[in-house]
């Protein structure tokens, strides 16, 4: 079992930054890929970024550029710092474990999630 707190949403202007942290207790979190994931009102849950267990990083597009996913193995904890926020950024953002030996961007793949932090960006 893995266990994942985010923290760090909250309201933000247009151009504005956040941080937003995943704290993991449980299993080996180096062993796990952790992924962020949001959802906005009315949509489907969307892939934002993982950082995989072999160190591989993958982003949507939309994020390229602004967002910057990192891990840090000894405080079980994985960070999405997230710069020049859009109001299309707004949504409640999740991180999820996923143990599998291959990093995936699909949510069904990922077998822990946390409880998820709002973000809401203004203009």
């Known amino acids: 079992q893995v266990q994942l707190v985010e923290s760090g949403g909250g309201l933000v202007q247009a151009g504005g930054s956040l941080r937003l942290s995943c704290a993991a207790s449980?299993?080996?979190?180096?062993?796990?890929?952790v992924g962020w994931f949001r959802q906005a009102p009315g949509k489907e849950r969307e892939f934002v970024a993982y950082?995989?267990?072999?160190?591989?990083?993958w982003y949507i597009d939309s994020v390229k550029g602004r967002f910057t996913i990192s891990r840090d193995n000894a405080k079980n904890t994985v960070y999405l710092q997230m710069n020049s926020l859009k109001p299309e950024d707004t949504a409640v953002y999740y991180c999820?474990?996923?143990?599998?030996?291959?990093?995936?961007?699909?949510?069904?793949?990922?077998?822990?999630w946390g409880q998820g932090t709002q973000v809401t960006v203004s203009s």
């Open positions: 999820a474990a996923d143990g599998a030996a291959y990093a995936s961007p699909n949510p069904g793949n990922y077998d822990y």
């Open positions: 449980g299993r080996t979190f180096s062993d796990y890929t």
């Open positions: 950082f995989s267990w072999r160190g591989r990083i």
